[in-house]
């Protein structure tokens, strides 16, 4: 089991656009990278070293600057914004971390993870103990470093898509977006789909009049080259690098740009960048449809007594028992006035796939408790709510187990170039972020016809997940359009790449694993035989293996599985 798994989000939030309670909404576009025209191919990256451009060398001959902040060192390090134009004044500033881990005499170097999204914060995932699931071996061969990619979480300036006196008062509250609490599944007339445009394109204007000149520069591919700026910095001639779900993303899009300069790299939960936006959002809504099924087939195996039905079947008619009531009227949530809808339900199942072992049973207490009248505690489920425990209370007074507990060692955040005085940036920015750096990355048609001509298939396909999935990618349709394109891995003369995939990954499914380790060149798969999003963390024979080829480079023999290892 992942260490303290609950106590923190998903590592991936690639939902796609399940609308919860409230007016909080899940929208989000599907992640991937891409080449765009005016990034340099593998041969250039080898050739025209970046950091030997004159405009750039004082990006990389920065030193990180180490100061103590909780049980970690932090510091800062300064990107272009736009790396087109690296002398026009305009950076980001992002928040790096260390845990220094590494035994002395045995320490090979630094290893930089990035824990998914697209929006998750690094430092605040190892200020979560993230570093703990990358197991002793590795803990003691290197420091591990983390940071929050531009436009994210402490990053100056940071993405919201709310401005100041729009949804003030919710105290904690994560990004706004358009009420949809009536919503339907599958929007199927012109009010319906009229009606989701007009949400969709709110939240679009809402995030460009937030965060308008943010949003051209925070791709994965310039995320991308701030890796190479923090490798730099970090005085590492090759990075070794770990990445999950979006991380897959972040860390293909590097050996594209910088293939001589890996190595070592893990690809744990693949996402393959070949896809376009609508083959991509197929793929993720069949993942989670079949999670779904597992979990009927699965649940006594893994909940024992606490399913919520005594075969798959009275699981799987309970499930549809609640959607069916949901779209009728939603369902009671103590505290609230509207209620869960069947976006709602959606959204709670679909969320609750990415880690049986620590999920299921929650899931299981709260389908009971839904179809008895209670919908509470789903639609904390639904909209990713976590309770803090004590042992984070003590951390959090203590100083060392939250990013409030060190804000007062960070910088201010500046009201210059891109962002706005007037912008309402919350603690946790993690939606606007996914949104933005989605939609940007993946091409999306401007003709609303494309996105109707998909509902019926995904709708065959995977029923309420594949239409909320379509939906849910309306918002990019207007959207400032990226440069990047789906295509297949160009890393020439990178390093064995090692990609982890687990056969029932609900968010990025297996076949996409199969897919991106074939793209690389010498690239290695390793399969995690289980359900779950992510293998790297969870099970003691990925974890072994995965650790010998990052302090060793031990290859994996093709074919190699792992299987859950037994619970003691």
Not at 474 to 487: I, N, T
Request: charged share 25%; hydrophobic share 35%; net charge negative.
């Amino acid at each position: 089991m992942i260490r303290a798994h609950a106590r923190r989000r998903p590592r991936a939030a690639l939902v796609v656009a399940l609308a919860v309670l409230g007016t909080t909404s899940l929208a989000a576009c599907t992640a991937g990278a891409g080449p765009d025209g005016g990034r340099p191919g593998p041969g250039a990256a080898a050739t025209a070293d970046p950091a030997q451009r004159a405009e750039l060398r004082r990006f990389y001959g920065q030193k990180l600057a180490w100061r103590p902040c909780g049980e970690l060192e932090c510091a800062s390090l300064t990107v272009p914004m736009d790396y087109s134009r690296p002398g026009d004044g305009r950076t980001f500033v992002l928040p790096v971390a260390r845990a220094a881990t590494a035994t002395a005499g045995r320490r090979l170097g630094a290893l930089v993870y990035n824990p998914g999204g697209p929006g998750e914060r690094g430092v605040q995932a190892l200020r979560d103990g993230l570093a703990e699931d990358l197991g002793r071996g590795v803990r003691e061969r290197f420091d591990i470093v983390a940071f929050d990619p531009r436009g994210v979480g402490e990053s100056r300036p940071a993405l919201t898509c709310r401005t100041k006196g729009k949804g003030e008062g919710k105290e904690g509250a994560d990004e706004e977006s358009p009420d949809t609490a009536a919503a339907p599944l599958y929007p199927r007339t012109a009010a319906e789909r009229a009606a989701a445009l007009a949400d969709a394109r709110a939240t679009a204007e809402a995030c460009v009049e937030a965060s308008g000149p943010l949003l051209p520069h925070v791709g994965t591919d310039d995320a991308a080259r701030d890796l190479d700026v923090l490798r730099a910095a970090l005085g590492e001639r090759k990075l070794t690098y770990v990445g999950w779900s979006y991380g897959t993303s972040l860390g293909t899009s590097y050996a594209e740009q910088f293939p001589r300069r890996v190595r070592a790299m893990v690809l744990d939960g693949a996402i393959d960048p070949s896809l376009d936006w609508r083959q991509r959002t197929l793929s993720q809504s069949t993942g989670f449809r079949k999670a779904v099924d597992d979990y009927a087939d699965s649940c006594a195996d893994t909940v024992g007594e606490g399913c919520p039905g005594a075969t798959s079947e009275e699981i799987r008619a309970l499930i549809d028992r609640l959607v069916r009531r949901a779209q009728r009227e939603p369902l009671p949530v103590d505290g609230s006035e509207e209620g869960l809808d069947a976006a709602g339900v959606v959204s709670a199942l679909a969320l609750s796939m990415y880690t049986p072992e620590a999920q299921w049973e929650a899931l299981s207490e709260a389908l009971r408790a839904a179809d008895g009248g209670d919908g509470t505690a789903l639609a904390a489920l639904a909209t990713d709510a976590e309770e803090e425990t004590e042992e984070e209370t003590e951390e959090s007074e203590e100083g060392g187990g939250t990013g409030e507990a060190d804000a007062s060692e960070e910088p201010a955040r500046p009201d210059g170039p891109g962002e706005p005085a007037e912008a309402d940036v919350p603690e946790d920015n993690s939606e606007a972020a996914l949104i933005a750096i989605n939609c940007l990355d993946v091409p999306h048609p401007r003709d609303e016809r494309a996105y109707w001509d998909a509902l019926a298939p995904a709708h065959r396909a995977a029923g309420a997940y594949g239409t909320t999935g379509v939906t849910g990618e309306l918002v990019c349709k207007d959207w400032p359009a990226g440069r990047q394109r789906p295509h297949r891995v160009n890393a020439d003369g990178v390093p064995p790449v090692l990609v982890v995939g687990t056969s029932g990954d609900p968010s990025t499914p297996y076949g996409e694993a199969v897919s991106l380790a074939r793209q690389f060149p010498g690239g290695m798969l390793l399969s995690f035989d289980a359900a779950g999003h992510t293998g790297y963390g969870r099970d003691a024979c990925v974890d072994r293996k995965v650790e010998d080829y990052l302090v060793a480079l031990t290859k994996i023999r093709p074919g190699t599985t792992c299987t859950p290892s037994p619970t003691p």
